[in-house]
Structure formats: C-alpha cells, structure tokens
C-alpha cells in the first residue's frame, strides 16, 4: 500500500480496526476520499489480531481436544487423543495471518483508501499529524480501540502478568493458571486452558460471574464448568501479587479472611480500557468520560466540530460488530448529514464458553430499573427435545417478557449453539414481538431453537404435563 502525495481527504480515521474499515469502506462506497492512520496492533485491530479470530480458533481446538476424551455416544474414536499445543498456536497465527490479509489489506488495495502505519496526532482544526505527513480533513473519525485494563493491585506489576495478548503469544502451555476476572474473556481463556489440560482457578470479585448477566445464566454456566474442573471463586477481591520461587501468589479475601492462592501464571481479565491517550483528542477539544471514553452524542459526534468517534474507544458495548456498525454510520453522519444511531437493545452478544452465552436485550432487573413491568419464564434444556437426543441437556433459555403486553423485552440462553440461536430473539425484540407472536410461529423440530418457543408456550401451561407436539 503506497503513499499517496494527496493530503487532503473528506475523512481522516485514527485506528486501523473494526470501526475503521467499515468507515472507510463506507466512505469509499459513497464517493468519499479517505485514509487511515493506523499504529500499535496490525492492520485490523484487535478482532483478527488479538480478540475473537485467534481465541475463537484456540476455544475450538482445545474443544476438539477435550470432548474426544469423553465422547457422548457409543462410538470411541480409536488411539488416545494428542494435543500438540505449540502447533495449535502456529495453526492460529497462521489463520491470523490469512484473514489479516484477505479480509484487510487486499480490501484496501482494491479501494481508494489510503493506509498510512502510523501514530496519528489529532490537532486543531480537523488536522492529523501522521509521522512526517500533515492531513487535512473535513472530517475526523477517533476509533483507536482498546486495550487490556490492569487492576491496580499491589505488587501486579512487579510479578508480572499475562494478558489475551501475551498468553496467546506464548508457544508453551503453562501448567497452572489464575485467571483474574470472571466476565467473558476470563470465562473463555480459563476453559481454553483446562480443555488443553492446565489446571485453572478462576477469580472473581463480584459475587458471581458474568455478573452483568441473569442470575439463572450464571449458575448454569457456572455449573457446567465447576464439573469439567474449572475452580472458579467468587466474591474473591485479590489484595496482593507476588512471586514466590517463580510462581504467581495471590492474597485474597473471600469474605471469611485473607486466604493464598498461587499458580505457574495469572492471567489479566478484567475487562478493557479505551485508547485516548497520546493522540492529542483534549487538546483538540474532544471531550473525554471520567473513565477515559470519548464522549459522543447519539449520532457518533463529539464535543469537536467535525470530530466523531466510534468503537471501543467510545462505545458502551465493546463488540467487533458493535465497532463496524459504529463507524459505518458515523461516517454517513459526517459525510452525508445523516442522523443515524444504534438501539443497542437490539445488539445479540455471545460468550463462546462451552457451552456457550448469548443475550439479547434487557434482563429482568434491567428492565424493572426502567420501569418496565416484566414477567419471566425459565426454561431448561433438558425438556428440549433436541437436547435429548444429541445427549447435551446443559443450559437454560429465560425470557423477559412486558408483563402487561407480552411483548417481549429480552432473551438469554446458555446453550452449546447460544450464540446461533439468539438471532431468533434479535429479529423478535427488533419486530416488536410478543409471546403469543412466538407461539404462533411453527418451528423445526428438533432443534434447540424450540427452547424459546417452548419458554413462551410456558407462560400460558404447565411445559412440565405437556407434550413436545404441543401446538
């Protein structure tokens, strides 16, 4: 990708991610020029770099691994299954090196977007500073992204840590792992590491984990891994890190008193921090959140004139698909004058554990937060027909329903194919549907999407004293 002489363009973008590209590409598709400035992580951010390509690649190797030695059915595969980790980290770098070219830098070479590698510098007057070069813009776009936040527990940094991105580095599996956070990331990385066999402790300050979910989430996603022999602790704030003869010890209280847990490594999972820092966003006067976020308005706007910001670096969900929704529509606000935003009840989010989250819309607590009258019904797989007969009776489907309307409000599943299945209940939330409405629509059968017709069937019978031919 060569540099143009060209430095003036309609859009400049700070970041070389998900919001990025489909702001770009956006912008390219209208007729606009633009260019990206990009530096730390390569060329498409942290999804094919750092996030779901290479941890979704190492979640289903370590599941092949795992479940081949405690197969379901009757048929044994024959030979004791291997695991060859370090070829396993090759095979992801290699994925990652595919992707990052056929899904990013072949797109802008058949595109008139500028790419420049490089730390981009926000000045006054919608100017960016590139490395030597000085762009001029009609209009600048921050999606910078983020990066892995650090608690700041004493002695952390001088035991040394891991985060996503060192330990999915790393060529040798360490045989024992803290992991220190029980929300996706924690979730996904601590049943990676045990499905390729180290043993794995996770910790969690908040009372349970994937705290922000349902209650009935938690337990059931808690359950299934507590019995593959993950050891998870919640309500477990860590007080202290050190190292002892090489290895990582934790002082934590459990809420009974100060208690040791130590292991070869720990792992940093506490979530991430948005990267406004070192791209001179406040002195330009873009306006920032006490927590280091840039503030938007509705439209992807901030606080500067001709200044937007999209993704993680502002964006309340930190979602890749979240991101590239983001950029695509800040850029036709800029570019077009068009007032476009997200309703983000509507986004589905997933947790690719084993068996896997997925929600979408408000919780029965959020939703009573709003105002909102709710009722709920909780449905377990093992009345699922399907669940039945592939022998994976693990998870549960609740549904969040208006408890005057019945239209409802949210959907959350743990299930082994949750992530495919909440599409569903996106389209339903997005159509305004009401139980009745999911009643009435015919489903296949068998399938484990039956859980959320069965859930809203429910709410009118006793599922229990019914049969799975019940109309």
């Not at 092949?64 to 060859?84: H, I, K, M, V, W």
């Not at 959350?412 to 299945?421: E, G, Y």
Request: net charge positive; glycine share 10%.
């Amino acid at each position: 990708m060569s540099r143009r002489a060209r430095a003036k363009f309609d859009l400049v973008i700070l970041g070389g991610g998900a919001a990025a590209f489909a702001a770009a590409i956006r912008a390219d598709e209208m007729g606009f020029s633009s260019a990206m400035v990009n530096s730390g992580l390569p060329i498409g951010g942290t999804c094919v770099n750092v996030g779901c390509v290479p941890s979704k690649f190492l979640l289903e190797a370590g599941n092949e691994y795992f479940y081949t030695q405690s197969p379901q059915f009757a048929c044994n595969l024959p030979g004791t299954p291997r695991c060859d980790f370090p070829e396993a980290i090759a095979n992801k770098d290699r994925m990652v090196q595919k992707l990052r070219r056929a899904n990013y830098s072949e797109v802008l070479e058949e595109r008139k977007i500028e790419y420049v590698e490089a730390t981009g510098h926000l000045l006054p007057g919608r100017k960016v500073r590139a490395g030597k070069r000085l762009l001029e813009a009609r209009h600048v776009l921050v999606a910078t992204g983020s990066s892995p936040a650090i608690p700041p527990i004493e002695g952390l940094e001088e035991a040394g840590y891991l985060t996503n991105r060192s330990l999915m580095r790393r060529k040798e599996r360490p045989s024992e792992l803290l992991v220190l956070g029980g929300g996706p990331q924690g979730l996904e990385f601590g049943q990676m590491y045990l499905h390729f066999g180290s043993s794995v402790t996770v910790l969690e300050s908040k009372e349970r984990i994937l705290a922000n979910d349902e209650p009935e989430v938690s337990e059931e996603l808690g359950r299934c891994l507590r019995g593959e022999g993950l050891s998870i602790h919640a309500g477990a704030r860590v007080l202290k890190v050190q190292r002892e003869e090489g290895r990582v010890v934790c002082k934590l209280s459990n809420g009974k008193g100060t208690v040791p847990c130590e292991a070869e490594e720990i792992l940093v999972a506490t979530g991430v921090r948005p990267n406004s820092s070192g791209f001179g966003l406040v002195e330009a006067g873009v306006g920032l959140t006490a927590r280091g976020y840039v503030k938007v308005d509705a439209r992807f706007q901030t606080t500067a004139p001709g200044v937007w910001a999209a993704g993680d670096v502002a964006s309340p969900m930190a979602l890749e698909t979240v991101a590239a929704k983001e950029g695509a529509l800040a850029a036709r606000n800029a570019l077009k004058g068009e007032r476009k935003g997200i309703r983000y009840d509507w986004v589905p989010r997933g947790v690719f554990t084993n068996p896997q989250v997925a929600s979408v819309g408000l919780t029965d607590a959020e939703a009573l937060a709003r105002g909102l009258p709710c009722d709920c019904r909780v449905i377990d797989m093992k009345r699922v027909p399907k669940a039945l007969t592939v022998g994976d009776t693990r998870g549960v489907l609740k549904l969040v329903a208006h408890a005057k309307t019945h239209r409802l409000l949210g959907v959350h599943i743990v299930s082994p194919i949750a992530a495919d299945m909440i599409h569903a209940a996106a389209y339903a939330l997005r159509g305004g549907l009401t139980v009745e409405d999911v009643i009435d629509t015919v489903h296949t059968f068998p399938t484990f999407s039956e859980a959320l017709k069965m859930a809203a069937e429910s709410f009118h019978h006793d599922m229990g004293r019914m049969s799975c031919c019940i109309e």
